[in-house]
């Protein structure tokens, strides 16, 4: 265990040392500013636009900070044959996935949360500037969304260690990572209107393609199931057992992945 801790915490510092991580904050401010700017054109939703803007900027700031430094972070060590001597030390190959993925979660966590920070301030800010306008928002709800962006990411952040178990390619890992990530936020979508043209036209689908698509539903990501951005922009209760689901959801696909990809890496070969 020290040793996987170890190895977080060195991926860990080169991710604070990655030069992208400032063009990625710099963006993250840059949306949450332009959220104060434009806030006035929406005067009745200017808190369902705000909370909305907030959690999407922390979203595209978390894929970048996961494709651009998370993946490099992975494919670092296997591109400049470092692989090796990480793995001469007294670390098995199932310790350094496991030490990888931390590092990385932890450096997503800490860039995210510091951000979150940021887009607090900004609703706070515009809180106070249209107090009218935000009636129904509660902080609550508000961090529990923020929180499950991180969870999110924890995912994804899987997805992609999985992927790079398989490839020594960081451009392979990045387009397979990001198909899988437009596929679990929209496969919720996509299979509610199959259910339905299905159920409409019930005698001309196989019965094939009902367990195909029900397989589907189970080997993807559902990343749609971590948005709660429309319960926190319109102030909806939350429903703990479907939270509680939701995590464990999260958690149990996460370690799934991650023993599948320490069992793929050590049988890899490395040049």
């Known amino acids: 265990m020290k040793a996987v801790l170890s190895l977080a915490l060195i991926t860990f510092k080169e991710g604070i040392r990655n030069r992208s991580l400032f063009g990625i904050a710099l963006v993250a401010l840059f949306l949450f500013g332009l959220n104060i700017s434009v806030a006035g054109f929406f005067m009745r939703d200017i808190g369902k636009v705000t909370v ?17 430094v998370g993946i490099n972070l992975m494919a670092k060590d296997i591109d400049r044959k470092t692989i090796h001597l990480v793995l001469s030390k007294p670390l098995s190959r199932a310790q350094y996935i496991w030490g990888k993925y931390l590092g990385i979660q932890f450096f997503v966590t800490v860039s995210l949360l510091l951000l979150a920070g940021c887009s607090s301030l900004t609703v706070l800010l515009l809180k106070s500037m249209y107090p009218a306008y935000f009636g129904g928002f509660s902080w609550l709800i508000f961090f529990v969304a923020v929180a499950f962006v991180l969870v999110k990411f924890w995912v994804l952040g899987a997805v992609v260690i999985f992927f790079s178990s398989l490839t020594t390619s960081s451009l392979i890992t990045l387009i397979f990572s990001l198909g899988a990530y437009l596929a679990g936020v929209t496969i919720e979508e996509v299979v509610f209107y199959l259910k339905t043209e299905m159920a409409a036209q019930e005698q001309l689908i196989s019965e094939s393609l009902k367990n195909f698509i029900e397989a589907i539903t189970w080997i993807l990501p559902n990343f749609a199931a971590f948005d709660f951005s429309l319960e926190a922009a319109h102030g909806l209760a939350l429903d703990s057992g479907r939270l509680l689901g939701v995590l464990s959801y999260g958690v149990l696909y996460s370690v799934i992945l991650l023993l599948l990809a320490s069992l793929i890496f050590s049988r890899r070969e490395f040049n």
């Open 52 to 68: 909305d803007m907030n959690l999407s900027a922390l979203t595209i700031a978390g894929l970048l900070l996961v494709f651009f």
